[in-house]
């Protein structure tokens, strides 16, 4: 391994200039430390490049000195995967946020790893598409980062998540070397699927620069819905109903009472129906053909829910949003929750997925899991029913006490889950990987990481650790 110099941010100023390596810790704060306020690393530079060939220069000098890089996107993640939490410089991408669409193709989009989702989505409504993928933290997380961690969303389960969206990217191997598969063809059995490789490899292959990504015909028609059920069964239960009978489902969102009644407490919210409920299913409904409408009231996309509802037991009140203002208050009761939560205290964020018959179980029993070790904590469950994905979320625990953690993934994995469905396994997780993947797979990771990335400057500290 080479030896790193004395002052890797001298040299590293040197290179890409001083404007773009940040020292001073008042500012270098916001970059070591993981949006739950969990994890807490230090750097001794931030470097912010404005081009792929300085994110090239950077990585070609940590390779030949043995320095580690963490690269970082939006610092949306929850898992301590993109903070330097062994000291290492912190690579910011943020500065990479062109956006281009291919010379006569609008079915294509070219993003720069620090483009925000927001970005994307406004620059695909102009050219009269859209992008599939969506999530609360759509004005801050990046294209890189959601690359990185194969981001998922709110849409899954009808358009899939980052993976399925991803034709090429443009990435800078450890040793400085540009990486490029931004041909965009649908069909190219030219051997190994590079970007596939790299996206959810969370930083620890290559320094993913830009993405060309598939657009999606824009919504033409929505309708959003709440949905009250007298218990987490019923509401699981007509949630998979949704997914296999009504053609225009979009979104199926689970909330419970108990993060429903913070929601309403930490943002002053009035309540979503007029009688409380158990459980909630919050669900989108979109026409992609026809004409495009003002409101929301069309009468067939609810008749296509109303059909799976109206047989659906322990139905409650139902609200009908009846314009794009009442359905965007209406998706406050799930997109507020991760926010509300962070306001009761610093959480272990679990999000984790089940088969679909162990949800509502899981949902049941998970308070009891958590309980047994850590009797005065408090258990905040949501999540995107339709795939599978639950965010157990656990406050009133101690930052650095991982009996919680260890406890709820052990749950999961014993049913036949995964322990991360998002965010990737960063820090967070990584001792518990085994839960999931068996020796040969991980020998199979640490092979394709030693090729890759020899001198284990790219992330070192998560996934593989």
């Known amino acids: 391994m080479p030896v790193a110099p004395a002052t890797p941010a001298a040299e590293l100023a040197r290179l890409v200039g001083p404007e773009q390596v940040i020292v001073d810790s008042s500012i270098t704060d916001s970059y070591v430390r993981d949006w739950t306020g969990r994890f807490v690393g230090s750097t001794p530079a931030v470097v912010r490049p404005r081009a792929t060939d300085e994110v090239a220069t950077v990585l070609a000098w940590c390779h030949e000195h043995g320095v580690a890089v963490v690269p970082q996107g939006g610092n949306t993640g929850l898992v301590g995967g993109g903070v330097p939490l062994e000291g290492e410089v912190v690579l910011s991408l943020r500065g990479l946020r062109s956006i281009s669409l291919p010379e006569g193709d609008d079915r294509r989009l070219l993003a720069g790893a620090g483009a925000t989702l927001a970005d994307v989505g406004d620059e695909a409504a102009r050219r009269g598409r859209a992008y599939a993928v969506d999530l609360a933290a759509r004005a801050t997380a990046t294209v890189g980062g959601m690359v990185a961690t194969n981001a998922g969303g709110l849409h899954v389960l009808r358009w899939g998540g980052t993976r399925q969206q991803l034709v090429g990217v443009e990435a800078v191997l450890a040793d400085g070397r540009v990486l490029s598969t931004l041909r965009g063809l649908d069909k190219d059995n030219t051997g190994y699927d590079l970007p596939q490789l790299l996206c959810g490899s969370e930083g620890t292959l290559a320094v993913v620069t830009a993405a060309l990504v598939r657009l999606r015909p824009a919504v033409r ?27 225009s489902l979009s979104a199926v969102e689970l909330v419970l009472h108990g993060g429903v009644a913070l929601v309403m407490d930490e943002f002053g919210l009035p309540a979503p129906l007029a009688t409380p409920a158990t459980a909630y299913l919050v669900i989108e409904l979109v026409r992609t053909h026809g004409p495009a409408t003002t409101t929301l009231s069309d009468d067939d996309l609810v008749a296509e829910l109303a059909s799976v509802v109206d047989r659906s037991p322990g139905v409650g009140d139902v609200a009908v949003a009846p314009s794009d203002a009442a359905a965007q208050r ?136």
């Open 221 to 247: 028609r929505r309708q959003v819905c709440m949905v009250g059920f007298d218990s987490v069964e019923t509401a699981v239960d007509a949630a998979l109903a949704c997914c296999d009978e009504v053609p």
């Open 330 to 465: 209406l998706w406050q009761y799930r997109e507020l929750h991760t926010d509300a939560i962070n306001r009761v205290g610093v959480p272990h964020k679990l999000d984790v997925t089940f088969p679909a018959g162990a949800l509502a179980a899981a949902v049941e029993e998970l308070p009891a899991v958590v309980g047994a070790v850590a009797p005065r904590a408090q258990v905040w469950m949501f999540g995107h029913v339709g795939d599978g994905n639950l965010h157990v979320n656990v406050t009133g625990v101690s930052a650095g006490d991982e009996a919680v953690d260890e406890a709820v993934l052990r749950y999961v994995a014993e049913r036949g889950g995964s322990i991360s469905a998002e965010h990737g396994i960063g820090r967070a997780k990584a001792r518990w990987l085994h839960l999931n993947r068996s020796q040969v797979e991980l020998d199979t990771f640490a092979a394709i990481k030693g090729a890759l990335d020899p001198h284990r400057i790219l992330n070192p500290n998560v996934l593989l650790r």
